[in-house]
């Protein structure tokens, strides 16, 4: 009897095993996110020809990360998701009493159908910046009272 319960325990874990991996590998082709990071949208600006959306955004990634601001450039039919930055990653250089106005800097400009101009803050510590993404040129300046209020 006690080999018989052992049997259907150990099937039992060999199946859920089986359930786990197969869901872990077949989530990133089903467009799963299992990721504890989110994006906060801060704005979103549409190209002139409105084929394309610059979004900006806060991210955190769970309780003991710090927040990064982040600028993607989607398919404007497109929803913005938790996905991590295209074109632009920055993150805070300043304490969090400043109000993460660095931040909250980023702001994104067309000044043509395929061209963006973004501008930060100078503070501002850079992980990412693309110049060119598809057929779309982005430029960059940098300004201490972009985005603030």
Sequence with gaps: M????????????NWSRLAVTALLIACPFAGCDLSPC??????ENTSPDGAWKAVS?????GA????TSGLS????????????????????T????TGGRILKSLAA?????????V????????GLQVTVYKTIFVRYSTSAKSGQK
């Design 2 to 13: 006690a080999a018989t319960r052992n049997s259907r325990k150990r099937a039992t874990y």
């Design 109 to 117: 400009t067309w000044v043509a159908r395929d061209t963006l101009l």
């Design 38 to 43: 989110t994006n906060e949208v801060m704005s």
């Design 119 to 126: 501008t930060y803050d100078p503070r501002a510590r850079l």
């Design 64 to 67: 003991i990360s710090s927040y």
């Design 73 to 92: 450039i989607i398919p404007a039919g497109e929803k913005p998701s938790n996905a991590y930055a295209n074109v632009l990653v920055f993150g805070d």
């Design 94 to 97: 300043t304490p969090p009493h």
């Design 57 to 61: 955004f806060l991210r955190t990634c």
